[in-house]
């Protein structure tokens, strides 16, 4: 079952830009042709009884946008950014909910993004050695953006996706929403933090039932909606301003073993497993010999009712393109992932354990 994807081209109007998204002129800059950020939404269906993979392949509504005054430097504790004009935030406004600051297209850093950390007048301070930062230099495009989290991206009030539980216990679960396990090294991982929605909002299905409502759902994480046996189908809505630039995601490789990476293509339209930009530096190629396997690209049908689903179908890179581990190994460059659904990258053991840096470019 194919997400059903709406995605609208940027209006031109500078009017719009100012009120969704502002990147400022600079005053000694020439004039130069600017854009709203684009915005759209993908809808997938959930059905009863099952596991849904999902993801959010939109952001909220930029704080900010503009350049960076100066190079980086240390800070207390992370790394200070400068920022061009004065921002005029209110005092804590990046702090009274969690920011990030993500690099646009044009620097050396594009698709990055770090946590806000503080700020003062002109300089926000992220959480990031002064190394990651090392290649930024002033003139580089930014905005500051707010995260989603589950009660931002499923309001307890409104939200039409998650079916209410009646209280904590199992028994009385309605559905629940599970974030895989993104430190434990092996495959097959098993979702390590679950939440679910009652009348008084996202609570953690942990000891002493702390509230969720606050936790971050971060860019490119996949989520699993889980029904309940029984449970009525509903429609997850991702919505919101698109990615129009390279976004950096997070692949974890072990020395020992191999390992699970659950996340997700950035993009709210179907992408082409060779447009994903999984190149030789993050994503190793294999021959189709079984015994010489490297990484692998696993992907799940939500059109198949199950909980604790299996791949519906496994890609793997051979020198010379895509192909799924099936009879005969048939190509798969043109083969798509549906946009704002989760995968998993079994990234094979490797060369000391290290994360590598995912950058993806929009085709669009």
């Known amino acids: 079952m194919t997400p059903t994807a709406k995605f609208f081209p940027a209006c031109s109007l500078a009017l719009i830009l100012v009120a969704v998204a502002p990147w400022p002129t600079l005053a000694d800059d020439p004039p130069i042709a600017v854009t709203s950020a684009p915005v759209g939404y993908v809808a997938t269906t959930c059905q009863g009884g099952s596991d849904t993979l999902v993801s959010v392949p939109f952001h909220r509504p930029a704080a900010w946008a503009g350049r960076l005054d100066a190079a980086p430097s240390a800070g207390d504790d992370g790394v200070l950014l400068t920022l061009v004009g004065d921002p005029e935030f209110e005092h804590g406004q990046l702090m009274a909910a969690p920011h990030y600051v993500l690099f646009g297209s044009g620097g050396a850093l ?59 216990l199992l028994t009385q679960r309605g559905t629940e929403v599970l974030f895989f396990d993104r430190d434990s090294e092996g495959i097959q991982l098993a979702p390590n933090r679950k939440f679910f ?19 971050l759902v971060p860019p490119g994480l996949m989520l699993v909606i889980r029904h309940p046996e029984g449970a009525p189908s509903t429609v997850f809505v991702a919505r919101q301003q698109v ?32 447009d994903l930009d999984l ?70 053991a490797g060369p000391g354990d290290s994360t590598l840096r995912w950058l993806n470019a929009p085709r669009y």
């Open 110 to 168: 594009a698709g990055e993004w770090f946590e806000v950390i503080s700020h003062n007048g002109s300089e926000v301070e992220v959480e990031a050695p002064l190394t990651a930062l090392q290649d930024a230099s002033a003139g580089d495009p930014v905005m500051i953006i707010p995260h989603w989290t589950l009660a931002s991206l499923l309001p307890p009030a409104t939200q039409p996706t998650a079916h209410l539980s009646e209280g904590s």
């Open 197 to 215: 929605v009652t009348t008084a909002g996202w609570f953690e299905a942990a000891d002493g039932t702390p509230e969720a409502g606050d936790v």
């Open 243 to 274: 990615f129009t630039g390279p976004l950096v995601q997070p692949i974890r490789r072990s020395e020992s073993q191999a390992l699970d990476n659950a996340l997700a293509a950035p993009r709210p339209i179907p992408v082409r497993l060779a």
């Open 279 to 348: 190149d030789d530096e993050v994503f190793t190629p294999s021959s189709s010999n079984e015994g010489v396997r490297m990484d692998e690209l696993l992907v799940y049908d939500n059109a198949e009712a199950a909980i604790n689903k299996q791949p519906s179908a496994t890609y793997f890179r051979t020198p010379v393109g895509w192909v799924e581990d099936a009879d005969g190994f048939p190509a798969a460059d043109d083969t798509t992932v549906d946009g704002a659904q989760g995968l998993v990258i079994r990234k094979a």
